[in-house]
């Protein structure tokens, strides 16, 4: 996903740019808007943790780009490109070095497991908007 922050700010071209210089194929796109219920669900493996709340209502506070990335090694790859969850952290040249502001309000969201990256391509998008 792009987060809202990204998108508010105008970067969903300069993410893809990267994405797709990357070597990323995009099997499914599209602008949405997560629910605050919708977006708890997405992230309901942190609701224990003390960002939960803040996570949810910035998650469904405006539009996203979602999407589905395939390439080989594609979960690794992809959480390379975005560098670290607090942009602080995060190597130069990274998504979330150049575009992120916050830890919370980082950017861009990748899948850490292939069975996860099933599990939230599922959440977003039907069979018929998969290619
Ligand atoms: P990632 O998005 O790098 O996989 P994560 O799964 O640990 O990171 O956390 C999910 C999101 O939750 C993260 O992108 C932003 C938010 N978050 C994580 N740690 C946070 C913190 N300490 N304060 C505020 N938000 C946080
Ligand atoms: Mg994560």
């Given at each position: 996903m792009i987060k809202p922050d990204a998108v508010r700010a105008g970067n969903i071209g300069n993410i893809l740019r990267m994405i797709n210089a990357a070597g990323f194929r995009i099997a499914a796109m599209k602008l949405t808007q997560m629910s605050l219920e919708r977006a708890g669900q997405f992230y309901a493996v942190h609701?224990?943790?003390?960002f939960y709340g803040e996570l949810c209502a910035f998650m469904s506070s405006g539009p996203i780009v979602a999407a589905i990335l395939e390439k080989e090694n594609a979960v690794d790859d992809f959480r390379k490109l975005i560098g670290a969850t607090n942009p602080a952290n995060a190597e130069e040249g990274t998504i979330r070095k150049l575009y992120a502001t916050s830890v919370g309000e980082n950017a861009v969201h990748g899948s850490d497991s292939d069975e996860n990256a099933a599990i939230e391509g599922a959440f977003h998008f039907g069979g018929v908007e998969m290619y």
């Open positions: 609701q224990e943790r003390p």
